[in-house]
């Protein structure tokens, strides 16, 4: 037995030279020797038939593997010059580290035998002094696994992400090393890690000074570097703060301070568990911007290219800007086809005032057209699923908001993660291919779970769906997409079994078709607005239209049954008189306005609906009357990340025919988590003159305004919002108005592991004697469990 001890870190590159050197050396010494390799009478041998090889020393790998690799074979003649590269395949196996040939005379020919060296194979592999990670963990890291070859510089790359993982751990000061200990007889090398963990280090503390003209906490904000805190461990790198001087540097840049100087300095606490962390600022002189000049060709009018430009004369200046500026003069001539078109920038100080002088200088080039559009990267996504979203074709001059266009309506499909466009060119110098990449989602998804809201309470659901599914596609049912749903919900005061099929392309008309069919029941829960059990089984069938592109109609026919009960004895006689079975039918139209950027999470746009539903009437059914609504939602991103949602929505409903009232299954209710936050559910409105539980009303309006803000990256967000309106049990109270009630409140939302988290709470701003939220309400919920 031998042991090899004292690999340190600071080795690893000298071994890897030598080892590197040694090898080339080999290699030479094959290619310029090759006539000693084996006998002295090998000048002999040649043309001489091979009648037998063999391998000669070989432990852990079979003769057979190693005859594998060379081209020689049995019955071949034999040659030095093909011997000597079947030593360069082995030698590049790295399986050994010395090969060599001898051939000798067997039968009538020769036997060539090639004699082996291995590398050690790795027995076990253990570790000494790890206390923060645990030896599996360190294991899954390393690539060098037991029984496979020991490669050093493989080695060498583990012990380095050994090293990274324990710096994101909070120990930068980690020293480790290795021994390797062989045991000749089985060629096996057990590896021993020794790690000096060292004082596990957290930034205690980030300050800057000398800022004068950027406030410390939007410095603060961009850096990588962190204080320790609940949602980040404050582990320090060198590396990020290097970055961090080169953020904090474009920062100044980005209000014309060019010559900053941005110095770091540490300081840790006696301990050596805590790290201050210091960036002093030497802000230097800050630059203006001077004369702007456009120049190059005037295919676009000069006040159409400077609308674009936000590098005004006496402005900061900005190179950031600049950037934006070149990009935004690019996008515009893109608009009108000129796909190669060139912008340089020339920045100059004016020596005789200090400014910065801005030359754009445009080539536009020549119009390109669209030749091909070719699809790439569709794996189970029929490619006319993408194609039909598309508003450019070939033939078209390159339009840069058609691409965008087009890019939005493939992102709300819902059936991709990533899309981009790219051309390439053709023969044809004015004619270029686009190119639309696209990454596949999942789409298809079987989930469980549970969750709880201040609505339903606890609810348990067991999912089966397909945002891409194909009924004709057989037997995969995908590529089409087409949306699936098959849910069940179980819960507390709710239970819910549906079935939802839509196709926005039926029969590859573009016309959208679907239908549902349901059965849902609620069971009487005053605390949540319901003073009654009611369950609906029925179903409808959709059609719906884009009329323009970003306008639709939809048309739906509603079929089903409703039955009320539980309704209490102490009620009055009209609300007792909703108790029993009635059959609804109904038909409905909507026009809907969207030009939302993203209907998943929208940052600006609008979207507008209206619709109108008659039921009973000419449709039959047991209830007649009419109802319309009204809806209205704008979106504005403002400081990048803040989200402001307006909303508006409106109802009226009237009975006719043999019908007296709306029933009361139908009315509109407010109050709680999805109308006017700050009151218990359902219960802003007309309520019963018997047992004071809501009963809806004939007229409704709410208007709520909400901003959504980022606490920490895409986990945590933050919001403030206001609701406002009411509930009048006739229509015609609608037009007097009155008894508006509003609250206003805070909330957060956190994409967890399990689902969205959300919780407002809502505090009544109007009060009287019979609401009951005098302190407000919480609202929360959890949900897609798994």
Known sequence: ???????????????????????????????????????????????????????????????????????????????????????????????????????????????????????????????????????????????????????????????????????????????????????????????????????????????????????????????GTKTAWLFNPGVFKEDVLEEDVDKIKSLYDDIGYLDVEVTPKLDYSPDGTKLYVAFEVKEGKGYLVGDVNIRGSAILPEKEIRSKIRMKKGRHFSRRELREDMLAIRDLYYLYGYMDAVVDIDQNVNPADGNMDIIYTIDPKEVVYVGKVIIRG??????????????????????GNKIKRSKERLYNLGLFEDISFDTEPTQAPQVHNLIVNVKETKTGEFSFGGGYSSVDQFLGFVEVGQRNFDILNFPTFTGGGQNLVVRTEIGMVRQNYNISWVDPWIFGWPYLFGFDLYRTSHTRQTDIGWAYDETRTGGDLRLGKELTEHLRADAVYRLEQIKIGSIP??????????????????????????????????????????????????????????????????????????????????????????????????????????????????????????SDEPIGGEALLLGNAEVVFPIYEKILKGAVFYDVGN????????????????????????????????????????????????????????????
């Open 569 to 690: 004895n102490y009620a009055s006689a009209d609300f007792r008189s909703e108790e029993g079975s009635n059959t609804i039918s109904s038909a409905l139209l909507q026009l809907t306005q969207d030009t939302r950027d993203n209907i998943y999470n929208p940052g600006k746009g609008y979207i507008l609906s209206g619709s109108i539903e008659d039921a009973g009437g000419v449709f039959m059914g047991d209830k007649d009357f009419i109802k319309g609504t009204a809806t209205a939602s704008f979106y504005h991103t403002f400081f990048e990340r803040f989200v402001m949602e307006l909303k508006g929505r409106a109802g009226w409903s009237s009975s006719y025919g043999s019908s007296d009232t709306v029933p009361i299954y139908e009315r509109f209710y407010a109050g709680g988590a999805n109308t006017i936050r700050g009151y218990k559910e359902r219960k802003v409105g007309p309520r019963d003159t018997g």
């Open 727 to 786: 509930v009048w049990a006739k229509a015609d109270d609608f037009l007097v108005g009155g008894g508006y009630k509003s609250g206003m409140g805070v909330g957060i939302r956190v994409n967890t592991p399990v689902g969205p988290f959300k919780l407002d709470y809502g505090y009544p701003l109007v009060k009287n004697n019979n609401d009951e939220s005098r302190n407000g309400e919480f609202y929360f919920s959890i949900s897609r469990g798994f």
């Open 1 to 223: 037995m031998s042991v090899w001890k004292g690999y340190k870190m600071t080795n690893f590159r000298v071994h890897q030279t030598l080892h590197f050197l040694s090898l080339v050396l080999c290699l030479c010494l094959t290619q310029f020797s090759a006539p000693n390799l084996a006998h002295s009478e090998d000048q002999g041998n040649e043309g001489k038939v091979i009648k037998a090889l063999t391998v000669k020393n070989n432990i852990a790998i079979s003769a057979e593997t190693i005859l594998a690799k060379v081209k020689t074979k049995a019955g071949d003649t034999y040659s030095q010059v093909a011997l000597n590269e079947d030593l360069k395949r082995l030698y590049a196996t790295e399986y050994f580290t010395d090969v060599s040939i001898d051939a000798e005379r067997f039968e009538d020919g020769l036997k060539v035998t090639f004699v082996v060296e291995e590398k050690s194979v790795i027995g076990e592999i253990a570790f000494k002094g790890n206390k923060a990670l645990t030896a599996q963990k360190l294991k899954e890291t390393m690539k060098s696994k037991p029984d496979e070859m020991l490669n050093m510089s493989l080695l060498a790359q583990d012990i380095a992400e050994i090293k990274s993982l324990y710096i994101k751990k909070g120990y930068p000061g980690v020293d480790i090393k290795y021994e390797l200990d062989l045991n000749k007889e089985l060629n096996k090398t057990k590896i021993a890690i020794i790690i000096n963990e060292r004082k596990k280090i957290s930034v205690a503390k980030v300050t800057i000074t000398g800022n004068e003209h950027l406030k410390t906490p939007k410095i603060i904000k961009v850096l």
């Open 378 to 399: 569709n794996v189970k996504t029929r490619e006319i699923i993408v194609r039909r979203e598309l508003r450019i074709y070939p033939g078209d001059k390159f339009n």
